[in-house]
């Protein structure tokens, strides 16, 4: 006999992006949130190892770029193998980003003065003029989203609702993001 009940599955929501859409979607993702987690892979324990770090700005091409201290675990770690992970999370429930790129290093003053903000005297006690600070920009090559598609305040009434009826009322959205 066969069974009559209906197993459909909820249909995910998926919606890849290539080009100028993927960069948009990455730049208002990562908009939502300054830090994001900086995860570098060590080769001798084949693991990531993440730290939170404040992006200084993404730029029109989609590329993340963050100021560092010459001496740190992270500059040394992207000399060894310059493949990142970027994390991110705008909110509890949405605007989640997971990004993967190349990370380069430099010493280029002009542009830690167009990055510079004064909190960051905390790490670079010197200022701008700090001979510590290097530039580390991360070329997007390719990442994932999470999102939903009418806003939190919808997918929360549905969220809600959902639950009150016992269906799946799915409001999210995910996709390849492809620069």
Known sequence: MKNSIN?????????????????????????????????????TEERLSVRPMAVQETDEEGNFWFL?????????????NPHVQLLFQGSAHSDFLDVQGVATISRDKKRIKELWD????????????????TVIKVETRDGYYWDNKHGNAIAFIKMAAGAAMGKTLDDSIEGQVTV
Not at 18 to 25: D, Y
Not at 118 to 133: N, Q, S
Request: aromatic letters at 8%; a negative charge.
């Open 68 to 80: 560092s201290a010459d001496d740190s675990h992270k500059n040394e770690e992207i000399q060894k």
């Open 118 to 133: 004064p909190i960051l005297k905390t790490w670079f006690t010197e200022g701008v003029d700090d001979p510590r600070i």
């Open 7 to 43: 197993r459909q599955q909820p249909e995910k929501n998926h919606d890849n992006l290539q080009g100028a859409e993927a960069i948009k979607k990455i730049r208002e993702l990562a908009g939502k949130n300054d830090t994001c987690f900086f995860g570098t892979f060590l080769q």
